[in-house]
């Protein structure tokens, strides 16, 4: 059910702060100045850029509270609530739209981007990796055992849809000749559609595997799946209701694991040097 929640919130909250935004805009051009509005303007303009930003710029990971963001939001209240308060006196409207955005924004640090109640028990560093199937672009069965013999990374990923998620694929295709001249077998995971890792796989051709863990089973048998883990909206464009956590899984050659990054911050994730200082040190 908390899922659910933040799966609505997600998709509300961008759309919240547009409306803001517009609102604000609209009138400070219709009335005089107003501190109130051009402060609540500043706020939902701060969540916008944030936003967007996660989808013009390619990034894989942000800080975990966002400072620079959080530190002009407060700014703005401050401006919306402080200063136009004490100038308007009779208009609270501004401020209760202020008050609104820096509480869904405090959610969003706070609440939406946390994984909570992890399952690590499975994922150990010094366990052996269980045996899983997946799919291949043909809906062909692939074992996770048949990359022993070689270093693997297993990455599994959300979905297209996902920004964070692609930009962290971008930065590895990068490593590619570093992870080729080590020999690692570099396993992309989702459960999204075929046709959606097909595409990701035709554009990073690069002998990286793409595959599809159909129905999440992989993702219920390791204990990193995500019910309802998908923004409310994206069902229309094909993608099921259900996503994976992100995680990252490194296996020495024999299959047991050397590195795990179970993030509990769907924004915070780990560099991609990071994999190759620890296929190094095998």
Not at 174 to 198: C, D, T
Not at 203 to 213: A, N, R
Not at 243 to 252: G, N, R, S
Request: glycine share 6%; proline share 4%; charged share 20%.
């Amino acid at each position: 059910m908390n899922n659910i929640f933040k799966s609505i919130f997600i998709a509300l909250f961008p759309m919240f702060a547009v409306y803001v935004l517009v609102d604000s805009i609209l009138h400070v051009y219709q009335n005089n100045l107003s501190f109130r509005y051009l402060g609540r303007g500043l706020i939902a303009l701060t969540i916008i850029v944030f936003f967007a930003g996660l989808f013009i710029k390619s990034q894989a990971r942000t800080s975990k509270n966002l400072r620079l963001y959080t530190v002009i939001i407060i700014f703005g209240f401050l401006i919306s609530s402080v200063i136009g308060g004490y100038i308007e006196n009779n208009n609270i409207l501004g401020s209760s739209f202020s008050f609104a955005l820096v509480l869904c924004w405090l959610l969003y640090l706070r609440w939406y981007s946390i994984f909570e109640k992890r399952n690590t028990s499975i994922l150990k560093v010094g366990n052996e990796l269980p045996d899983f199937q997946l799919e291949d672009a043909s809906k062909k069965r692939v074992l996770a055992s048949s990359f022993l013999g070689n270093p693997s990374i297993f990455l599994f990923y959300r979905g297209n849809w996902c920004p964070l998620c692609m930009a962290q694929i971008k930065e590895i295709a990068a490593q590619y000749k570093e992870l080729e001249k080590r020999g690692v077998h570099m396993v992309f995971i989702s459960p999204q559609p075929h046709k959606f890792s097909n595409n990701l796989a035709k554009k990073y051709d690069l002998g990286f595997q793409f595959l599809t863990d159909t129905k999440n089973k992989v993702a219920k048998q390791l204990g990193i799946f995500s019910k309802n883990g998908i923004p409310a909206g994206f069902q229309a464009m094909g993608y099921d209701s259900d996503t994976v956590l992100p995680t990252v899984i490194i296996t020495d050659a024999s299959g047991k694991i050397i590195f795990a990054d179970l993030t509990d911050n769907y924004r915070v994730r780990p560099e991609p040097e990071t994999f190759l200082k620890v296929i190094d040190s095998i």
